[in-house]
């Protein structure tokens, strides 16, 4: 039997009005969408009647503080916090999977474990968690910390935090609950575990009181790009959120993360690579390049650098010339990846610091391919036969006239090419990715049992419990 053909997977990103930072301002965006679920709703029935993958929501805890005269001008003040907003949004939908960000920084496992394993049973199967540490100072002064915490204490965290998480998940075995009305016996006590974790950061006894999820975990989506982010992510997650440089970085990226996969006893494919792309689609290249130079001009210069310099981790570039070079930038608390990113490209393209700070606002450091269906076509196609990428989150300027043109003139190029699906192949999230349901960690390794703390016998005084 011949193999099924590989093909493309797409998330759609619906960030706030649209990914470029002045989107918001353009005539096909919904300015005053943020707090309205109908607009959400929409967009993601139009990803769903186009069968996207997913729609995926980015989400930070914090207002950012962009400094400048046109700082009011930003559209990412006041929006629905996401898990809620998915909830709403799974039961307007039915096949589409619905990811949302929540930090590792200020939550607890326990929460977030309850929360999504809630949302993959109301959605039926099609919830997914972006773990993400959290890298503003902003956000951590909403969280009782005067600062925030280094990063590679922020990873040390989120490796133990999504470890429980992913424990916290396997509680219940897929059979646990007998509901025998005539014994009176609703689950089965054999069947129930607790995690007895016991860690630097956490105590966590459990055992998680929701069933097993539908998609046994939902789907787990990471977005470090560090050294530390690329172990975690090989090691835990199902699909990486990356952004989107030139081709032979993206290769590299690619190639490092599949090899550290296997490293980790997994199948190269247990893991999709998802670089985000903004696209601007013209009827000619002509008509491309003056939208995009459209949607450049809507973002005013002051939020442009106010925003650089959040990407670059605080620093302050007020005293250098916009038009001269990126000065060197020292450590910070902030992301690395993000920092490095936005310095890797400064350099490799000697851009001054008026153009980074554009690219930076316009396209949040992804890449931005402009031109016609035809040409988007071709680009997407080519970094995923030259294994670049396993799919795409499409991050449209504007919100929803961005979407609805790459639904419109993209996707069914991708699909007379036999690159995108026609039908949806099942009813969850891992099953539309290919990707298999984990089996119950206490299932696999029986001597990892814990007993939940109800059951255990109150021990001697001066014994402890095992």
């Known amino acids: 039997m011949t193999a099924p053909k590989r093909q493309i997977k797409l998330f759609a990103h619906l960030l706030n009005t649209g990914n470029q930072m002045g989107g918001w301002r353009h005539p096909d965006a919904h300015a005053g969408g943020l707090h309205d679920i109908d607009y959400f709703l929409s967009m993601a029935r139009s990803a769903e009647v186009a069968k996207f993958d997913a729609v995926f929501f980015a989400d930070g805890p914090g207002f950012r503080r962009v400094e400048g005269k046109d700082a009011f001008s930003r559209m990412d003040v006041g929006k629905l916090e996401p898990i809620t907003m998915l909830a709403a949004l799974a039961m307007g939908t039915s096949h589409i999977g619905l990811i949302a960000t929540a930090s590792t920084s200020f939550n607890e496992p326990y929460n ?3 929360k999504f394993a809630s949302l993959d049973h109301i959605s039926k199967g099609r919830a997914g968690w972006n773990a993400v540490t959290s890298t503003g100072e902003n956000e951590a002064h909403n969280f009782n910390q005067r600062t925030l915490n280094d990063h590679d204490t922020r990873y040390q965290r989120a490796e133990e935090f999504i470890d429980v998480v992913r424990g916290l998940w396997d509680s219940w075995e897929d059979d646990a609950f007998l509901l ?23 105590f966590v006894h459990g055992p998680l009181n929701v069933g097993r999820a539908p998609q ?36 590299a990226f690619y190639a490092d993360m599949k090899q550290r996969v296997v490293a980790h006893g ?32 809507l973002v005013h210069p002051d939020l442009a650098l106010s925003w650089l310099q959040m990407s670059l981790g605080g620093v302050d570039l007020s005293g250098y010339p916009l038009d001269g070079p990126l000065p060197e930038i020292p450590p910070t608390k902030g992301g690395h990846s993000l920092r490095q990113g936005v310095i890797d490209r400064a350099k490799r393209f000697d851009l001054t610091i008026r153009q980074i700070a554009t690219h930076v606002a316009a396209t949040r450091l992804g890449e931005r391919f402009v031109g016609t269906a035809t040409e988007i076509a071709d680009i997407l196609q080519h970094q995923f036969e030259e294994g670049a990428a396993d ?25 007379e090419r036999g690159l995108f699906r026609t039908e949806y192949e099942g009813t969850t999230l891992r ?15 029986p001597e990892r049992h814990v007993e939940p703390e109800i059951w255990q016998k109150a021990a001697p005084a001066g014994e402890a419990t095992v």
Request: glycine letters at 10%; zero cysteines.
């Open 391 to 415: 799919g795409f989150v499409v991050s449209p300027p504007y919100l929803p006239g961005g979407l609805d043109e790459f639904i419109a003139d993209v996707v069914p190029i991708l699909r």
């Open 431 to 445: 099953e539309n990715l290919g990707l298999s349901r984990p089996e119950n960690l206490f299932v696999a390794q």
């Open 112 to 114: 977030i474990a309850r």
């Open 266 to 297: 997994r199948k190269a494919d247990d893991l999709k690579i998802m670089p985000s792309i903004q696209v601007v689609i013209g009827a000619t290249a002509k008509e491309a390049a003056e939208k995009a130079a459209y949607l450049d001009n």
């Open 216 to 251: 046994g975990h939902p789907l787990l989506v990471q977005a470090g790009g560090s050294p530390a982010g690329r172990e975690l992510g090989a090691r835990t997650a199902d699909a990486i959120f990356t952004v989107n440089p030139p081709l032979d970085v993206a290769k």
């Open 180 to 202: 025998d009305k005539e014994s009176g016996r609703y689950f089965d006590p054999d069947k129930l575990h607790a995690l007895g974790h016991d860690g630097p950061n956490f």
